[in-house]
């Protein structure tokens, strides 16, 4: 089969986290989240594919969400460009894209529902509409060929698609998935509902207050504390401002490596 790769590179950060604990004790109540209505309005822009020619194409991606599979994503993914990605801050946003303006490859009345946890980086020796697909101010969604043929036929290639934003629905609760080493602790945060996109996180000790987390990459938060043989609790804030509160996600006894699980956001 013929592949229709965009003239750029998607970024892969082949970072695995396994999930090897899972324990919450939350008592907050969650949020509602919610996609605002212009946000949800649709939208032009164009779409291409890649096909995966190793399973190992499905760990990494520029959000650090690790092995896509294990942490809940599947293939249902996306790689956003530049103009879309927000240097990361989009990640974990999910889109619903639709196929437009071409009778011949469109697949009529479908529409798919995909997740952002890819960059799709601009290649400045083409210009925009000469092979650049990814640069600015292209709005270009690079789609893994499951998603991409159930909305067109695979021959369309470079396929102008109509999109927007919609609330993310999740089984199960918000991960965190904690690494790091010494007083470095970086944690990775995924499978969160509503609008899906985290704007800022903190951490508590139940020997601290509250402290503000700072973003690494994708949606890896880190801070330099000694939180170790301290039960851990976050307080996750989504980027339409809604808030989660999970307290004693993680035991004293945790440790790097592992993964746990504590509320979840609201979505109507």
Not at 107 to 121: E, H, L, M, Q, Y
Not at 162 to 173: A, H, P, V
Not at 236 to 263: H, L
Request: hydrophobic share 35%.
């Amino acid at each position: 089969m013929q592949l229709f790769l965009p003239s750029l590179l998607l970024l892969l950060a082949a970072l695995s986290h396994p999930a090897t604990s899972h324990y919450s004790s939350s008592t907050s109540s969650p949020s509602s989240s919610t996609i605002s209505s212009s946000a949800s309005e649709w939208r032009p822009a164009r779409a291409t594919y890649y096909a995966a020619s190793n399973p190992r194409d499905a760990v990494g991606g520029a959000c650090g969400y690790g092995d896509l599979v294990k942490s809940g994503y599947g293939m249902a993914t996306v790689g956003l460009s530049e103009t879309l990605f927000e240097r990361g801050q989009i990640c974990g946003a999910c889109f619903e894209l639709r196929c437009v303006d071409d009778l011949r490859w469109c697949i009529p009345g479908t529409s798919i529902i995909v997740t952002a946890t890819n960059f799709c980086a601009p290649n400045y020796g083409f210009d925009p509409d000469g092979g650049g697909h990814c640069n600015p101010p292209n709005k270009h969604f690079v789609l893994p060929i499951e998603a991409f043929e159930k909305i067109a036929i695979w021959k369309a290639g470079n396929m102008p698609v109509q999109y927007r934003r919609i609330n993310c629905r999740r089984e199960g609760s918000i991960r965190f998935t904690i690494d790091g080493g010494g007083i470095f602790i970086s944690v990775l945060i995924t499978n969160v509902a509503g609008s899906g996109d985290i704007a800022a996180v903190k951490i508590k000790g139940s020997r601290t207050g509250w402290l503000p987390m700072g973003r690494n990459w994708g949606q890896n938060w880190h801070i330099n504390a000694d939180l170790k043989n301290q039960a851990l609790s976050f307080e996750v804030t989504a980027s339409d401002r809604s808030t989660v509160t999970a307290y004693n996600v993680a035991p004293r006894n945790w440790d790097y490596g592992q993964t746990f699980e504590g509320k979840q956001f609201e979505t109507p």
